[in-house]
């Protein structure tokens, strides 16, 4: 496995769109450091310069507000899309404090979403504290009449499934949607295609026989398990 891989899929078992840097270089293997001329002694700074010109557009250096970080390629109003799908009726203060963006690049991406309507403030009753959520639109229960085109609803039960998480699992996905194989391997290279979604590959030692064929095979041979949602919406 590459380096570039090895990263994604720390993040994907860790579960978040992106880490602290120390704590990325601290799990880097020995064996890909020496690949870079690198040791477990190498500072912070040396490993970025070695590793970022290796790395795919599925992954950036971003400063955040106390540390540099490394994450998926994604929109900051992505991220905090994703996170309200996590935990709705947050003030603006409780959202920002649990990402990791500087305030004027948090408050560019909320204001984003606002005005294109995918969130919406309520005042809460008793402290008047205006509190973030995603208009019920977008619900976890959703009417598939609802959705209009196969990757609407592909869209939707990606959020279903996914209960803001920025990785899903294929097979939970097709199983959801019990789609034709055909239909569902349409719709997913489809979105693919349009840069809305990523897949990636990971330990298929962590799946049964019937989760691995419900994943993705690519024209190339790959077995694709986890798809990535990088499309607003």
Same mark, same amino acid.
């Given at each position: 496995?590459?380096?570039?891989?090895?990263?994604?899929?720390?993040?994907?078992?860790?579960?978040?769109?992106?880490?602290?840097?120390?704590?990325?270089?601290?799990?880097? #293997?020995?064996?890909?450091?020496? !690949?870079?001329?690198?040791?477990?002694?190498?500072?912070?700074?040396?490993?970025?310069?070695?590793?970022? #010109?290796?790395?795919?557009?599925?992954?950036?250096?971003?400063?955040?507000?106390?540390?540099?970080?490394?994450?998926?390629?994604?929109?900051?109003?992505?991220?905090?899309?994703?996170?309200?799908?996590?935990?709705?009726?947050?003030?603006?203060?409780?959202?920002?404090?649990?990402?990791?963006?500087?305030?004027?690049?948090?408050?560019?991406?909320?204001?984003?979403?606002?005005?294109?309507?995918?969130?919406?403030?309520?005042?809460?009753?008793?402290?008047?504290?205006?509190?973030?959520?995603? #208009?019920?639109?977008?619900?976890?229960?959703?009417?598939?009449?609802?959705?209009?085109?196969?990757?609407?609803?592909?869209?939707?039960?990606?959020?279903?499934?996914?209960? /803001?998480?920025?990785?899903?699992?294929?097979?939970?996905?097709?199983?959801?949607?019990?789609?034709?194989?055909?239909?569902?391997?349409?719709?997913?290279?489809?979105?693919?295609?349009?840069?809305?979604?990523?897949?990636?590959? /990971?330990?298929?030692?962590?799946? !049964?026989?019937?989760?691995?064929?419900?994943?993705?095979?690519?024209?190339?041979?790959?077995?694709?398990?986890?798809?990535?949602?990088?499309?607003?919406?």
């Amino acid at each position: 496995m590459n380096l570039n891989q090895y990263l994604l899929d720390l993040l994907q078992k860790k579960r978040k769109n992106y880490a602290t840097w120390r704590i990325v270089r601290d799990a880097i #293997p020995m064996n890909h450091l020496k !690949s870079h001329g690198l040791a477990k002694s190498s500072s912070l700074k040396a490993v970025r310069e070695a590793i970022e #010109p290796h790395l795919s557009k599925d992954l950036i250096f971003f400063e955040g507000r106390r540390t540099l970080y490394l994450g998926l390629n994604l929109s900051i109003d992505q991220v905090i899309f994703n996170k309200l799908h996590q935990k709705n009726h947050l003030s603006s203060k409780q959202l920002q404090n649990q990402l990791p963006y500087k305030n004027t690049d948090f408050i560019a991406g909320l204001n984003k979403l606002l005005k294109e309507q995918k969130v919406t403030c309520e005042l809460h009753p008793k402290t008047h504290v205006p509190k973030l959520f995603i #208009p019920k639109q977008n619900p976890e229960k959703w009417d598939k009449r609802d959705c209009g085109s196969d990757e609407a609803l592909f869209q939707a039960a990606f959020h279903t499934v996914g209960k /803001g998480r920025q990785f899903v699992r294929i097979h939970e996905i097709r199983d959801f949607l019990n789609w034709s194989k055909d239909r569902f391997n349409k719709t997913l290279e489809s979105l693919k295609s349009a840069l809305v979604i990523q897949l990636q590959g /990971g330990d298929p030692k962590l799946l !049964s026989k019937e989760e691995l064929e419900k994943s993705y095979t690519d024209t190339k041979g790959r077995l694709r398990i986890i798809v990535n949602w990088i499309g607003n919406g």
